[in-house]
């Protein structure tokens, strides 16, 4: 089998054509990228045919785009939330055996009701964002021979 280029549209005695047997940009997109289509199908509703190589790619760097201030904004959203975890964490010297009931409690209801949350997946994920203190917090619930262990 051939394959073509994505942006190698299939020829043909009359010209350009959208053709099943070949590879187009769009099928290339739709397979590789197939949150793309409805943004694709309604480009080609708006032209009443192929709208064409160029205005796929426009089309694409809009739905790119939309993508990259999501992810813009969502992280920012993330690392604000993490942070007010952080600083529950972060007045609570938990290298020190002689913390207060108060510092214990925070501590507590931090690793139970937040970290015990997520999955083991999630937590994975979560690690990056992390502060010191509650990194330090999650790897002690990650310890072996912790009753919080199995997450």
Do not use: K, N
């Not at 394959?3 to 043909?12: A, G, I, V």
């Not at 997109?29 to 709208?51: K, S, T």
């Not at 942070?83 to 055996?97: K, N, T």
């Not at 083991?120 to 964002?129: A, T």
Request: charged share 25%.
């Amino acid at each position: 089998m051939v394959t073509r280029h994505p942006l190698s549209e299939p020829q043909s005695a009359a010209g350009p054509r959208s053709a099943p047997e070949g590879r187009s940009l769009a099928g290339a997109l739709i397979d590789g990228v197939p949150e793309f289509a409805p943004a694709y199908l309604d480009l080609v509703e708006a032209c009443g045919d192929d709208p064409g190589q160029p205005l796929v790619l426009v089309e694409l760097a809009d739905f790119i785009a939309d993508r990259l201030a999501a992810v813009e904004a969502e992280t920012d959203v993330l690392r604000r939330a993490v942070a007010v975890v952080e600083a529950c964490v972060a007045g609570v010297d938990q290298s020190d055996s002689a913390s207060t009931p108060d510092d214990e409690g925070i501590l507590e209801m931090v690793a139970g009701a937040f970290f015990d949350s997520f999955s083991p997946e999630d937590r994975r994920r979560l690690v990056p964002w992390l502060g010191p203190g509650s990194r330090a917090l999650l790897e002690t619930l990650d310890a072996p021979g912790t009753a919080r262990s199995d997450g």
